[in-house]
């Protein structure tokens, strides 16, 4: 987690205090799951005098201010004992089983078990009070069918495969240790630690921990870096809200400081990182409105698909590649991002100017009829894009008919990125219109093409 590096204006601040009064909040500490977390959490030293659990109209569950919380006071400090932790899970009743196993497995693993684990234990779990508050299903593409996987953008779709696959894995490629826990197990190991009940565990590692650096040990593989934090984890993320959060060895306890504050009654929030709504989907399951950091990505595949009647392309792709230069081309509203109009520059290049290539990649200025091309080519990729766009927001409109509660959810999150791309791309084409000196003319500069699309 971390702060933005600006701060928003007074303009900013009054809007969103407007905002803030239109939003409606329950609080939820008198529901039985929230008194018996409290209580939970209570046994191992932690209180809460500044936030209760509430649910509000905007987000969902979040934490509410129940004081004013003034700029750099500690908002959670929550004790080691209340930490979800590997150093918990190996110090439990399962600790003998990865102690013994044959090889050594990885942290994310054992934290999946435990609380998989856990929730099949039920009444016998002491964690139970901590299991009964995590959401039963998430909207992150791990758990997406493929008629949801298929409208999201390309270059989210095939990281989302990947992170489905990664869990798949995770369940395939370790049925003999699932295996080996039979004996905890009051059902057949197939029925408890099955590839959904993983996969749920996956999700509420991926989309709720906090980074924790744990000593290492002889017993597990890896990078060992993941908390769960109950009570802490209900904080939901603003784009714009800046925090200090770091485990204190001093105190043992992980907390949160405010860095602007908080009016009273007020949902607190704290921050991520600097991330786009893409990254957002893809690790937490949400998408920020109004996130600062948003953009829309160019895929290879859709570059290479405008160009394809550039003979020498494939040398020019091969070039970018090898120069770092051919992942995150992106667009923003304020127009395309210097890494795309570089890479755009470098393709308006013949190949017979092989020899300028690398001074174009470090900034060498294009003839004026090149620099054009790169332009005009910016828009055609914006209106590629728009147009996915505008086809995946009519079927996910289909979809939202068909499906039930759960998938609906997923749905109208994948809507909420598809409708910010459609905005994006939207205001991209008028800044690139802008920046067209001859919008009128015809292209005379095009390289190495026989036909362009």
């Known amino acids: 987690m971390g702060g933005c590096s600006r701060r928003a204006g007074r303009a900013a601040r009054k809007r969103r205090q407007k905002c ?4 409606q909040s329950v609080s939820l500490c008198h529901q039985l799951p929230y008194v018996r977390l409290m209580k939970f959490l209570h046994q191992r030293g932690f209180t809460s005098a500044l936030l209760q659990p509430a649910l509000f109209t905007d987000t969902g569950r979040g934490l509410q201010t129940l004081k004013t919380i003034k700029p750099g006071q500690l908002v959670i400090s929550l004790p080691e004992h209340c930490l979800l932790t590997t150093s918990a899970v190996l110090n439990s009743y399962l600790g003998q089983y990865f102690k013994s196993w044959k090889r050594r497995l990885s942290p994310l693993l054992a934290l999946c078990v435990f609380l998989v684990c856990e929730r099949h234990r039920g009444e016998a779990s002491d964690w139970l009070p901590y299991i009964d508050v ?4 998430y909207t992150c ?8 996987m298929a409208v999201l953008p390309t270059s989210v779709r095939r990281r989302a495969a990947e992170q489905r696959e990664a869990v798949r894995e995770i369940h395939s490629s370790n049925q003999d240790f699932f295996g080996s826990l ?3 197990l009051s059902r057949p190991v197939e029925e408890v630690l099955t590839y959904e009940a993983v996969r749920w565990a996956w999700c509420s590692v991926n989309t709720r921990s906090v980074f924790m650096s744990q000593p290492s040990n002889d017993f597990l593989s890896g990078e060992d870096v993941y908390a769960l934090a109950p009570f802490l984890d209900l904080l939901n993320h603003r784009p714009d809200v800046q925090v200090k959060a770091s485990f204190n060895d ?3 306890c992980y907390e949160i400081r405010s860095v602007s504050g908080t009016l009273r009654y007020q949902q607190a929030f704290i921050n991520y990182g600097s991330h786009d709504n893409q990254r957002l989907l893809l690790e937490y399951g949400f998408v920020a409105p109004g996130n600062p950091h948003s953009v829309v990505y160019v895929d290879t595949d859709l570059l290479c698909d405008v ?11 091969k070039f970018l590649k090898g120069n770092n230069l051919l992942h995150n081309l992106t667009v923003s509203s304020e127009g395309p991002s210097w890494r795309l109009m570089t890479a755009l520059r470098l393709l308006s290049m013949p190949q017979t100017l092989y020899h300028q290539w690398k001074a174009v990649l470090l900034g060498q200025a294009v003839c004026e009829e090149r620099e054009e091309w790169s332009i005009r080519t910016a828009k055609t990729l914006c209106q590629r894009l728009l147009q996915d766009t505008h086809t995946a927001l009519d079927k996910i409109s289909d979809l939202l008919r068909q499906r039930d509660q759960s998938v609906r959810e997923q749905l ?3 809507r909420s990125l598809r409708l910010e791309e459609r905005c994006i791309l939207g205001r991209c084409l008028e800044v690139l219109q802008g920046m067209m000196k001859h919008p009128d003319e015809p292209l005379t500069c095009q390289p190495d093409v026989d036909t362009v699309s």
Do not use: H
């Open 250 to 252: 001093v105190t043992r």
């Open 182 to 184: 039979q004996p905890i």
């Open 134 to 137: 995590l959401p039963a299903t």
């Open 307 to 317: 160009l394809r009647g550039d003979r020498s392309l494939n040398q020019k792709i």
């Open 412 to 414: 109208d999150v994948v």
């Open 141 to 148: 593409p791990a758990c997406f069918p493929d008629d949801v």
């Open 20 to 23: 803030e009064s239109t939003v």
